[in-house]
């Protein structure tokens, strides 16, 4: 359906194809980006007729979707935290250490302000 496409009535429809109908329409929504409310203005429908239908295909879509498998997960040993020290010299000759992992934008500030 193209964003010029004029609005339509589903009123005289047999309910599966009804619900089909609806449920592109739903689907269209989805894909446009727009807010519901723009939407259904856009489209010439009531709001809680488009909601009603948009929560209905999401549910059914959720219903389709593979139920989450868990697996049993044996941890083997735990890491120590890394003593390594990285070092940053300024200009001035002053030495900084840091630990590895301290954040990047931290340092950099800290550099900054010391090296003015």
Sequence with gaps: MSEESPPFTLACMSK????????RVAEAFEASGLMQ?????????RLSTLQSWVYRRRRQLARKTEPVRLLPVEIAGVSQPSTALLEVVLASGARLRFGAGTD???????????GR
């Design 37 to 45: 409310q723009e939407f259904s203005q856009h489209r010439g429908l």
């Design 104 to 114: 990047v934008d931290y340092v950099a500030l800290l550099v900054t302000t010391l």
């Design 16 to 23: 599966p194809v009804e619900t089909k109908e609806w449920f």
